[in-house]
């Protein structure tokens, strides 16, 4: 059963969110979050404490901020790039998918992770069996998104490197590593 009270809290911590035109997608986006957050025992709130990633030790960013910015810049570079190339038709790239990929590319994070005893953030069970494009792909699809949404998730990370990804595919796959390799950059990483 449809909690409101959380889907209202996620309509607000994204209000990216309101960019997707198509009513029912909307709804499958904030049926996903409403599952990937009760499945991994977190509230709303938690996605602006859970870091964005393990990789990074003390990771400077949470989980919200990454996917606000994932989101932000991938339609950016898909009003660009339709402003380009979308003369005729032949090139125009669909943004309610790639905004409904774009906040949902980690979502399955809200399952491969969990909070330890002692506050932090692990992997958990889950993520040690299932990295999170593959959850967050079955959490998508069972909450009513279409598989053109759960090809991103599924396609965004690693796991999608060799395949065809769709053209917003290829959009959320570069602002995810835009953004996981600035930051890296900024730390000093490799």
């Not at 790239?93 to 809200?110: C, F, I, P, T």
């Not at 692990?122 to 999170?132: A, E, F, T």
């Amino acid at each position: 059963m449809a909690d409101s009270a959380v889907r209202e809290k996620v309509a607000r911590l994204l209000p990216e969110i309101e960019w997707i035109d198509d009513k029912v997608l909307k709804e499958s986006v904030l049926a996903s979050y409403e599952d990937a957050l009760a499945a991994g025992g977190w509230e709303p709130e938690d996605m602006d404490k859970i870091p964005f990633t393990l990789l990074i030790p003390d990771c400077p960013a949470s989980y919200l901020t990454h996917v606000r910015g994932v989101t932000r810049m991938a339609k950016l570079a898909l009003d660009e790039f339709n402003a380009l190339y979308a003369k005729g038709g032949k090139f125009l790239m669909n943004k309610d998918l790639l905004v409904a990929g774009a906040l949902l590319h980690d979502v399955g994070k809200l399952v491969e992770y969990e909070k330890s005893p002692d506050g932090k953030t692990v992997k958990s069970q889950m993520g040690k069996d299932l990295r999170h494009p593959f959850s967050g792909t079955v959490i998508a699809l069972r909450n009513g998104c279409p598989s053109s949404v759960g090809h991103i998730i599924a396609n965004h990370a690693h796991e999608g490197d060799g395949t065809l990804r769709s053209p917003e595919g290829v959009m959320v796959n570069k602002a995810d590593f835009m953004n996981f390799e600035s930051i890296k950059s900024f730390l000093g990483m490799k």
